[in-house]
């Protein structure tokens, strides 16, 4: 699998298990020490897993109910590969996201790839 595929992949198996409710899984997906920027918390961000658990814990409960589209762009940025999901949420309105996953290849196992960092944005 090239890294773009393994990136693009990291992605869909990110909203795959959020919307089946697997938090872990979703989880597992980021390092360590990873940095998600959403436009909910009281902070500018949430680092590390102990502090991005309890969001996943709310977007799964979010995610329950919704229909959503998703488009992926991938865009290479040195030894990171940026990849972004272009997501259409549908329930009774229509809400548009964008979320850039930062993915990391700086692993001994190049096969490994992990969100390093994630920004939401939500689009009028």
Do not use: W
């Not at 980021?30 to 961000?45: I, L, M, R, T, W």
């Not at 229909?67 to 590969?81: F, S, V």
Request: net charge neutral; proline share 2%.
């Amino acid at each position: 699998m090239k890294t773009n595929e393994k990136s693009e992949f990291v992605v869909r198996e990110y909203f795959k298990r959020i919307r089946s409710g697997d938090v872990q899984g979703s989880l597992n997906l980021f390092s360590d020490n990873a940095v998600v920027h959403e436009p909910f918390s009281k902070s500018k961000y949430l680092s590390g897993k102990s502090e991005i658990e309890p969001f996943l814990n709310s977007v799964v409960m979010a995610n329950q109910g919704l229909d959503y589209g998703l488009k992926i762009e991938k865009d290479n940025q040195g030894d990171n590969t940026v990849v972004i999901a272009d997501v259409i949420f549908r329930k009774e309105n229509t809400i548009r996201c964008m979320i850039t996953f930062q993915l990391d290849n700086t692993k001994a196992d190049k096969s490994v790839r992990t969100i390093k960092r994630m920004d939401i944005e939500f689009i009028d």
